[in-house]
Every structure is written in C-alpha cells, then in structure tokens.
C-alpha cells in the first residue's frame, strides 16, 4: 500500500462520532491541555486537527499563536471550522488557518512552524514513525512537538467483566487490521526517538472514574470509552470476532462499571520533545 494512502478510520464519520469526540476532548481538556500553552504569535501547526475537537482548546488556551490545522478529509475540516467559529469569537476564529493536507507530504516550507500539536492521530496511521519524521521538516529547528495518544491496554475496571475485556480487545484487534495501533500510546518515547526529536519526555494522564467523580464517570466512562467501542460493534460482527449474545455482554459490562459501586480506569500519554 502506498504510504500516503489513508488508513480508514476505524470510528468511523457519523455524527456520533463527532459528537463522542467533542465529548472526549471536552471531558479532558484540563488533564490533556493544561500544560499546553503557545506564547503569542507563535507559529502552531496542528496536525490531523478531524473534527476540531481538539482545535477548540488549542486556540482558547493560547489565543494569541497564530493556528493552521491539517487534515486529510475536508468533511472534517469542515466540522472543524464550523465548531471553532462556534466556539471562538471571530477575531480569535480568524487566526486559525485550514488546510486539506497530507501529513506525509505538507505543503510547507522546513522550519515554518514554532511548534507542533498531534493528539489522537498516530494510532490510525499505517506509517507513525515515518509521520513523524515528515513533521520533523517543517519544524524549526529548537521548535516543540506534543503528541497525545491512548493505550487500550491500560484499561481495568470493576466489576472486572471477561465479556467487555473481550470487547476491547476486538477494537483493538479491529484498528490493527486497519493499519493502526490503539496500543500506540506506550511506544511514543522510542518513536519520537527514532524519528530524530531531541529531550523527549513521556508522562502518564490517567483518568480514573467512580461515584465521587460523576462528570468523569458520564464525560468519560459513559459516553467517551464506552461508546467507543460499541460503535465497532457491526464491524466486529461482521468479521466474526464474536457473536450479537457475547458482544451485548460485553458492552453491558462496560456500562456496569459507569453504575453505582463501578469504576474505570485509563491512561494517556503525552509527550513533548524537540527538533534539534
């Protein structure tokens, strides 16, 4: 397969997806991005920017960078565009720039940017490490990458359910066959390595939810992770990783961890690292 080629997103276009994706990055916003902060008219290219999920607390945190937001698919972008307009007020709005992009060949000059943004985007690539090494070009050199990715395998919960384990694994075994990798969050630091970033640092933002923390266990557990992984339901029917009886099962599960006495827990990984 050629590099460039997109690997289908294994989540899917709906509206529900878009909606799950709000969710999430609203849901976490102060976990994954409070430490993000872009000085004034620095140049801040957000790379697989989707829905704009992300893009919204990028330019609320740091409304003075000057933004361009990437992405393969236009409806996407279109999204995008539409939530930061609903979000931001117009001059804010203004400083975003889009772009229909292909993250292995950018249409930018090297060094253009002062710093890079890439959350939730290397797990559904075929290629990650030769992304990254793409990224490195139009970096300049001392700039800043963070990159924020989950790891699948880092959820547990209670009621432990073999059922909804199973679940996870099928989505997990789902976006491998695609091309990607939900496992990919524990990889970053030598994958940043590798692709020729200097001082990378790899830290832990784990999402823990139970009754004291009921916006969490909504935000989250409910409508974020869960919902995620009932949405590749008919696909893993249809490839016959399991049948309708088990999968009820397993999602039922996952949803008795979001009730009284349940709990979840998560990992991401965040990391930051340098163009020498």
Request: with cysteine; glycine share 10%; net charge neutral.
């Given at each position: ?5 997109p690997?289908?997103?294994v989540h899917g276009?709906s509206?529900n997806e ?11 916003a102060?976990?994954?991005h409070?430490?993000?902060r872009y000085?004034?008219?620095?140049r801040?290219?957000e790379?697989?920017?989707g ?6 607390h990028l ?9 361009t ?9 279109a ?5 930061v307009?609903?979000?931001s007020?117009?001059?804010?709005s203004?400083?975003v720039q889009?772009h229909?992009a292909d993250?292995f ?7 253009s940017?002062?710093?890079l ?9 075929r290629?990650?490490l030769?992304?990254?090494a793409?990224?490195r ?11 924020i ?6 959820a547990f919960?209670?009621?432990d359910s073999?059922?909804?384990?199973a679940?996870i694994?099928?989505l997990?075994?789902?976006?491998a ?6 496992l990919i969050?524990r990889r970053?630091q030598?994958l ?15 999402v ?5 923390r ?7 557990t409910?409508d974020?992770?869960?919902?995620m992984?009932a ?7 249809a ?5 309708r ?7 039922a599960g996952?949803?008795?961890t ?6 979840f827990h998560?990992?991401f990984?965040?990391?930051?690292a340098v163009?020498p």
């Amino acid at each position: 397969m050629n590099m460039t080629t997109p690997v289908p997103y294994v989540h899917g276009y709906s509206e529900n997806e878009a909606r799950r994706l709000g969710d999430q990055a609203d849901t976490l916003a102060e976990l994954l991005h409070a430490d993000t902060r872009y000085p004034a008219g620095s140049r801040v290219l957000e790379a697989g920017c989707g829905v704009g999920a992300q893009t919204v607390h990028l330019v609320a945190s740091s409304p003075g960078m000057h933004l361009t937001s990437v992405d393969i698919s236009e409806e996407s972008l279109a999204q995008a565009r539409a939530r930061v307009r609903a979000h931001s007020d117009a001059h804010t709005s203004a400083r975003v720039q889009w772009h229909r992009a292909d993250l292995f060949d950018l249409p930018f000059a090297d060094g253009s940017f002062d710093h890079l943004f890439v959350c939730f985007v290397l797990e559904h690539l075929r290629y990650p490490l030769k992304a990254l090494a793409a990224l490195r070009r139009v970096l300049k050199p001392g700039g800043t990458i963070t990159v924020i990715e989950g790891d699948h395998g880092s959820a547990f919960f209670h009621p432990d359910s073999a059922h909804a384990r199973a679940a996870i694994g099928h989505l997990v075994r789902l976006q491998a066959e695609a091309g990607g990798d939900s496992l990919i969050g524990r990889r970053l630091q030598p994958l940043l390595t590798e692709a020729g970033y200097d001082g990378v640092t790899v830290r832990p933002r784990t999402v823990y939810a139970d009754a004291t923390r009921p916006a969490l266990v909504e935000g989250f557990t409910r409508d974020t992770f869960t919902a995620m992984v009932a949405g590749v339901g008919a696909q893993a029917l249809a490839a016959g990783l399991t049948t309708r009886a088990d999968w009820e099962r397993g999602i039922a599960g996952l949803h008795r961890t979001a009730q009284a006495g349940g709990t979840f827990h998560y990992t991401f990984f965040k990391a930051t690292a340098v163009r020498p």
